[in-house]
């Protein structure tokens, strides 16, 4: 019995100090969280090792996941893969087809993304700056000039077939057509000159209402060609902003700068528990890993003697 009692008591016992010894490394990695002194003597070993070089394993993590994991190729591979533009491809697919069932007016569907006030102020923007462009045009000298010879040719054509054309009562009105359409155009340009903001105000207004109060099914029905169009075009700008400005978009984002930031303000707790979920498998292998390796030591030993 004693004997027996001899030789299991030796890799008993290297398997207890082994599996203690290695519980208390890994549990050292992340405690104390603060440096301990006693009489004003700091005491080795504390903080743990993660707690003080928190700041060092942060940029190192940062550079490493910038360098290897989020760098350009590995991005630009991955966002331009095949799986990833079907995806955009689907989004947008499933997107237009939702709105040729959306009952919803146009304004109603804007105010899920923007606040009434908002709404208004693009409306009235967007109805100014319009009302200024039309208005413009309609003040364009050449517009009355038009309008008034599209008028006197209309009513020599008329004249041409009526039955004062027959009694040639066209080339009366021919003659006189030119001082005519000259003196119609003046006054044409005069009322757009002075009417021309009322009437392009009231024009865009009406029109924005009636656009605003159209159901969304309304807007996309009878649309399905240049809805492809519109889903090919997505794919190509999102294609070219990968493409062309990946680099300035990764530049600006600093990921390594970010990653590292947001492991310094972790709390050490949050930290150790993010970790230990991560790894709590291997770490725990490692100790019984340590219990066999002393249980080995230890039968070793045991023989020796």
Not at 280 to 292: D, M, P, Q, T, Y
Request: proline share 3%; with cysteine.
């Amino acid at each position: 019995m004693n004997v027996i009692v001899e030789y299991l008591s030796g890799p008993v016992l290297g398997a207890v100090i082994g599996y203690i010894t290695n519980d208390i490394a890994i549990r050292m990695l992340f405690r104390p969280r603060k440096a301990k002194y006693i009489g004003g003597i700091h005491v080795p070993f504390t903080p743990g090792i993660i707690p003080k070089e928190k700041d060092r394993i942060a940029g190192a993590i940062g550079n490493a996941i910038s360098e290897n994991l989020m760098n350009k190729e590995v991005l630009e591979r991955t966002l331009l893969s095949d799986e990833m533009l079907g995806k955009i491809r689907q989004a947008v697919d499933d997107f237009f087809m939702t709105q040729l069932h959306n009952d919803e007016t146009l304004e109603q569907f804007a105010a899920h993304y923007l606040t009434n006030e908002e709404i208004s102020a693009m409306r009235e923007s967007t109805c100014d700056d319009l009302s200024k462009l039309i208005t413009a045009k309609l003040r364009d000298r050449a517009i009355g000039a038009t309008i008034a010879h599209a008028a006197t040719q209309h009513v020599i054509d008329k004249t041409r077939s009526s039955v004062a054309g027959k009694l040639h009562a066209e080339r009366l009105i021919e003659a006189v057509s030119s001082p005519i359409e000259s003196k119609l155009a003046q006054h044409i340009n005069e009322v757009l000159r002075d009417q021309a903001p009322v009437m392009a105000t009231k024009l865009v207004e009406t029109e924005a209402d009636k656009l605003l109060s159209m159901p969304m099914r309304e807007l996309f029905k009878g649309h399905e060609q240049q809805i492809e169009q519109t889903r090919e075009g997505i794919v190509s700008v999102y294609r070219t902003i990968i493409s062309d400005h990946l680099p300035r978009i990764l530049e600006g984002l600093n990921i390594s700068a970010i990653v590292e930031d947001r492991i310094k303000e972790m709390d050490m707790a949050e930290a150790e528990q993010i970790i230990l979920t991560v790894m709590n498998k291997e770490l725990r292998a490692i100790v019984w890993l340590g219990a066999l390796l002393g249980a080995i030591m230890g039968t070793i030993m045991t023989l020796i003697n």
